[in-house]
C-alpha cells in the first residue's frame, strides 16, 4: 500500500512537470506578431501591405517583405519596399530597400538607393526620397536622376507631384533633350 501511494505520488509529478514543460513552450513559440507589444519591441508581419484611399479611389498602397511597427513612436518600418501611387491616370512605382512611414501616415521616409518607373514610361533614380502624404508631393534631398520619353533631367535635389509628371530641379541642374 505504502509503495502504491509512491508510485501515484511520483506519477503526479511527472505529470505536473509536464503539464508545466508544455505550457511554457507553447507561451514561449506564440505568434511573433503579438511578442514584444507590451515592453515596447518592435512587431513583426510578413507581406502585409498599407494603403490610404480618398473619396472611394486608391491613392497609395504600400507593400513590403517585412513591416515593422514600433508601439512607442508609432512608425512602421518598411523592409524592401514597393510603393504604389495613383494620381492624373498615372502610377507610379517606388522600390526602396528600407523605409519608415510615420504614426499618423504623414510622412514616409525611403532610403538605400530609390527607383521610380511610372506608367508614361518616366524613370527616376535618388538615394533617398520624402513622401508627404499632406501635400502629395515627393522631395528628394540627394542628387537625382530622371529620365522620360524626351528628356534626362539631373540635380542636386527634386520636388515633384506623385505622378512625376510636374518636377522641379534644385541646385545644379542638368537638362539634356533626347
Known sequence: ????????????????A???LIAFILHDSGDSS????DNGQLVNFQGAELQEEKDGKLVWA???????????S??????NLKGLFYQDDVTTTITAPHAVLSGDHSSLDIDGGVTAT????????????HFDNKTKMLTSKTAFTYDSKDITLTGDKLEGNMSLKQ??????AKLTKK
Open 1 to 16: 500500500m505504502k509503495n502504491n501511494k509512491k508510485l501515484i505520488a511520483i506519477v503526479v509529478a511527472i505529470v505536473i
Open 18 to 20: 509536464l503539464v508545466g
Open 34 to 37: 503579438s511578442k514584444g507589444a
Open 62 to 72: 504600400l507593400s513590403a517583405e517585412k513591416i515593422e511597427y514600433d508601439p512607442r
Open 74 to 79: 508609432k512608425s512602421i518600418v518598411l523592409t
Open 118 to 129: 511610372n506608367t508614361e514610361g518616366a524613370n527616376f533614380k535618388t538615394d533617398a526620397l
Open 167 to 172: 518636377i522641379k530641379a534644385i541646385g545644379h
